[in-house]
């Protein structure tokens, strides 16, 4: 099926460094399609491949099982494109590569996703993670993405600059970093706020060591909330998260309103128009920006809808937790098997009296000294899971013990 759209086309040397490029609208016919578990496959079974050597061409494994594929068959695809999926991903990894050492900062944090029964009832937790093919796919719309602003974006000889819809990333204010390594100096780990480089090393490192621990999501959660909120403007000020200068959204039209503003921008300087009035499309993008915030706090409702419906099924059932949060009036709780967060009410503890201390992020019993502290693995049941106020309460059945 042929379809209208419109193309970022970028020539490649094998070192992935863009040695010519073009934009502009095109028709394009695929000759394939996958879903990214078809060409997650393609790239495991070929890791040792050398895309290089032509003899090895030969050798390439085509064959998608009935397991993942679209079709719900067995087949082979043609050897071509499977040799295009492998060499893609050995070009992604280079600009990854280069991209990390630039400064970007690497968050890969899990989703949180459901199994729906007939009714639409969510029967099941799973987690979604970004996956060699799912990054594949990331690095390149990124380079288009960044293309484009560059191309519109650099003054002319004379110094001018187009009116253009930038989304921009400011750096992080200090005072939130200081609280961040607050929080998870508790779990044991340090942070470099030196400089700019030392910063984004340290924010890497510190993502890539809770990778599979029980504080993981407590840590991404925080570590994203520690940074500026991304937003989209006619004044560009670059992408701090990702170490670009210039950076747009240009790869998804059908799903966000600022890649329609940027396909039409680039088309009419692509036509020789001359810039537009810059305070008709900064409204455009504080507006965007504004549902864009809406959209996101549409999606997290969501997420907490289904995880207080599914644990409403599991209320006699035990579950191990992290502290996540620690209050006045109680303790957060984040299940680690399905990452529902639920609170225990200082009220609800029985067995003492306990006080919040906020400068150990812990609550303490006044008889007994017993300590609650944030990281700390408990068990807990469901008290109350109303679906309407959003609240999620927990029993507090004790600490995990720890050998």
């Avoid at 970004?130 to 690095?139: F, G, M, R, V």
């Avoid at 960044?146 to 992080?172: C, L, M, Q, W």
């Avoid at 400089?195 to 993981?216: F, I, P, Y």
Wanted: proline share 1%; with cysteine.
């Amino acid at each position: 099926e042929e379809k209208y759209t419109f193309s970022a086309v970028f020539k490649m040397n094998d070192k992935a460094e863009v040695v010519d490029k073009w934009f502009g609208r095109t028709v394009t016919f695929s000759d394939a399609r996958f879903a990214y578990e078809e060409a997650q496959h393609i790239i495991e079974s070929n890791a040792t491949l050398d895309t290089v050597k032509t003899s090895q061409k030969e050798a390439i494994n085509c064959l998608i099982p009935k397991e993942i594929s679209l079709t719900g068959e067995e087949y082979k695809t043609d050897i071509n494109i499977a040799h295009a999926i492998v060499k893609l991903n050995e070009l992604a990894k280079i600009l990854r590569k280069k991209r990390m050492s630039s400064g970007a900062i690497s968050f890969d944090k899990v989703e949180v996703k459901f199994t729906l029964d007939e009714e639409n009832e969510p029967t099941g937790v799973f987690f979604k993670t970004s996956k060699e093919a799912n990054k594949l796919i990331e690095e390149f719309m990124l380079l288009a993405n960044r293309s484009v602003a560059e191309f519109v974006g650099k003054p002319d000889k004379n110094g001018n600059r187009k009116t253009f819809v930038y989304r921009i990333h400011d750096e992080p204010d200090d005072s939130k970093l200081a609280a961040l390594q607050n929080v998870v100096s508790k779990f044991g780990y340090k942070l470099n706020f030196k400089d700019r480089k030392s910063t984004t090393r340290s924010l890497n490192n510190l993502l890539s060591d809770v990778v599979g621990k029980k504080e993981q999501n407590l840590v991404d959660t925080l570590t994203i909330r520690s940074m500026s909120k991304a937003e989209y403007s006619t004044h560009n000020i670059g992408h701090y998260g990702l170490a670009f200068d210039y950076y747009t959204h240009f790869t998804s039209p059908i799903r966000r309103y600022p890649d329609v503003m940027a396909h039409r921008l680039l088309q009419h300087y692509l036509d020789g128009g001359k810039s537009v009035n810059e305070n008709l499309y900064e409204e455009k993008c504080e507006h965007s920006s504004s549902m864009e915030y809406l959209a996101t706090q549409a999606e997290r409702d969501s997420i907490k809808y289904m995880q207080i419906k599914f644990m409403q099924d599991h209320k006699d059932q035990e579950f191990h937790g992290v502290i996540s949060g620690v209050t006045d009036w109680g303790i957060y709780v984040e299940i680690i098997s399905n990452k529902c967060e639920g609170m225990v009410r200082l009220r609800d503890i029985s067995d003492d009296h306990y006080v919040f201390d906020e400068s150990q992020f812990a609550i303490i019993g006044k008889n007994t000294k017993n300590m609650y502290q944030l990281g700390d693995e408990v068990i807990v049941k469901v008290k109350e899971a109303d679906l309407v106020k959003k609240h999620l309460d927990f029993i507090l059945l004790g600490k995990v013990e720890t050998n």
